[in-house]
């Protein structure tokens, strides 16, 4: 069975980055579109970037565009999400999961889940 694990997430600053990784093991991940999601205290969960499993096909949520990108290195098994200039409202857990070949926006549709890496965006 397919295992993610999530690490790289932190205290930063704002305006600083992080390079999140969601690591696999069990299966090989390049069979698998994996989305990266996160959940802030007291709000629902929200997509924040997908890409299929191919690596063909990337999207990301409007509140990110121009300061994430999303990427994978089939050698390491390992999705990684870098994220630039960042902001308070960032702060969150971040969750990596992977479904199928293509991305979904149902989150519902993901099969396999990390425990997620807490991201904390102040000053």
């Known amino acids: 069975q397919l295992q993610l694990v999530e690490s790289g997430g932190g205290l930063v600053q704002p305006g600083g980055s992080l390079r999140l990784s969601c690591a696999a093991s069990?299966?090989?991940?390049?069979?698998?579109?994996v989305g990266w999601f996160r959940q802030a205290p007291g709000k629902e969960r929200e997509g924040v970037s997908c890409?299929?499993?191919?690596?063909?096909?990337?999207n990301y949520a409007d509140f990110v565009k121009g300061r994430v990108t999303i990427s994978r290195d089939n050698a390491k098994n390992t999705v990684y999400l870098q994220m630039n200039s960042l902001k308070p409202e960032d702060t969150a857990i971040y969750y990596c999961?992977?479904?199928?070949?293509?991305?979904?926006?149902?989150?519902?549709?993901?099969?396999?889940w990390g425990q997620g890496t807490q991201v904390t965006v102040s000053s």
């Open positions: 999961a992977a479904r199928g070949l293509a991305c979904s926006d149902m989150q519902g549709w993901y099969e396999y």
């Open positions: 069990g299966y090989r991940l390049d069979y698998y579109a």
């Open positions: 890409i299929s499993a191919s690596g063909g096909d990337t």
